[in-house]
């Protein structure tokens, strides 16, 4: 046999058996892959938008649980950058609700709480999707349950004329309370009569302005 063929065909009998090893290791790291457990999908957080400095701002109202009161809501003046979306300012609003009070106010929700998205849904709904860290960083109770549920949904009815009810996700889902008490499963509605403000004109004793 002349030697360039027997060259050859060692040549590639070596691809074959390198080719056959690879293709080995590839099946055993497809299989090592598919024993792993499935991933869960990191939330896409959202940051808060980005806006010019020299941007139009407006006044806002945060509702806060009242440190000294049980069950209160207290009011507290921020600014915020004007938008035309409703949703880029509903972003700005839960964003500062979750940083938290200016005024020694009590946390609205647990400040490992991050927002995953706002939607706007039908007419009058804005759809708040926040991680699972608001239910289970919670430290329960009814009232602190209503003043976080309703801190989230006062401060964006009261500011955004757009929306007249709040439904709140956890973590892209729809879930039966924030921690074990109101339900979430439908669009709440504003409610002012925990707050010292009983409409949307009144502006007495807000506090807190940045």
Same mark, same amino acid.
């Given at each position: +046999?002349p030697? /360039?063929?027997?060259l050859? +065909?060692? $040549?590639?009998? @070596?691809?074959?058996?390198?080719?056959?090893?690879?293709? +080995?290791? &590839?099946?055993?790291?497809?299989?090592?892959? =598919?024993? *792993?457990? #499935?991933?869960v999908? =990191?939330?896409?957080? +959202?940051?808060?938008?980005a806006?010019?400095?020299?941007?139009?701002?407006?006044? $806002?109202?945060?509702?806060?649980?009242?440190?000294?009161?049980?069950?209160?809501?207290?009011?507290?003046?921020?600014?915020?950058?004007?938008?035309?979306?409703?949703? @880029?300012?509903?972003?700005?609003?839960?964003?500062?609700?979750?940083? %938290?009070?200016?005024?020694? /106010?009590?946390?609205?929700? #647990?400040?490992?709480? !991050?927002? !995953?998205?706002?939607y706007?849904?039908?007419?009058?709904?804005?759809?708040?999707?926040?991680?699972?860290?608001?239910?289970?960083?919670?430290? %329960? %109770?009814?009232?602190?349950?209503v003043?976080?549920?309703?801190?989230? $949904?006062?401060?964006?009815t /009261?500011n955004?004329?757009?929306?007249?009810? $709040?439904?709140i &996700?956890?973590?892209?889902?729809?879930?039966?309370?924030?921690?074990? /008490?109101?339900d *979430?499963?439908? #669009?709440? #509605?504003?409610?002012?009569?925990?707050?010292?403000?009983?409409?949307?004109?009144?502006?007495? %004793?807000?506090?807190?302005?940045?």
């Open positions: +046999m030697r /360039h063929i027997r050859g +065909m060692m $040549v590639l009998a @070596l691809l074959l058996v390198g080719g056959a090893v690879y293709f +080995m290791n &590839l099946q055993r790291q497809v299989q090592r892959l =598919a024993d *792993l457990p #499935p991933e999908r =990191a939330p896409a957080l +959202m940051e808060e938008p806006f010019e400095a020299t941007a139009p701002r407006k006044k $806002v109202v945060l509702f806060f649980a009242s440190a000294e009161v049980d069950g209160q809501l207290e009011a507290e003046e921020r600014e915020i950058y004007a938008s035309e979306e409703v949703t @880029l300012e509903a972003k700005q609003i839960l964003v500062a609700l979750i940083k %938290g009070s200016l005024s020694g /106010h009590m946390p609205a929700l #647990p400040a490992e709480t !991050r927002l !995953r998205e706002v706007r849904a039908e007419a009058g709904l804005l759809v708040v999707d926040i991680t699972g860290e608001a239910s289970v960083r919670h430290p %329960g %109770g009814i009232t602190g349950e003043s976080s549920v309703y801190s989230v $949904v006062n401060s964006l /009261h955004l004329p757009e929306v007249s009810e $709040v439904q &996700l956890i973590d892209g889902a729809e879930a039966d309370t924030l921690a074990g /008490h109101i *979430l499963r439908r #669009p709440l #509605p504003q409610d002012l009569s925990m707050t010292t403000m009983q409409n949307k004109d009144e502006m007495t %004793g807000i506090s807190g302005q940045e």
